[in-house]
């Protein structure tokens, strides 16, 4: 699955870099994707999503 990031809602709360820091890191006030293929190998990204508080975050099925 690969990770998508809402800009509009993020809040840069940090929540989904402390937890999956190796796909999502706050930069500029803004959570960035910066391993899109990371969701194969770590698995976080679901707890980033559930844990997002505004929900900005989308994991899309390939
Ligand atoms: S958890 Fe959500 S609101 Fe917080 S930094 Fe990540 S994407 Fe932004």
Do not use: R, Y
């Not at 690969?2 to 940090?14: E, H, R, S, Y």
């Not at 959570?31 to 999503?49: H, L, T, W």
């Amino acid at each position: 699955m690969t990770p998508i990031v809402d800009a509009d809602l993020c809040i840069a709360c940090g929540n989904c870099e402390q937890i999956c820091p190796s796909v999502f890191q706050v930069i500029d006030d803004i959570a960035q994707v910066v391993d899109p293929e990371g969701c194969e190998f770590f698995e976080c990204c679901e707890a980033a999503e559930e844990n997002c508080p505004v929900e900005a975050i989308t994991l899309e099925e390939e």
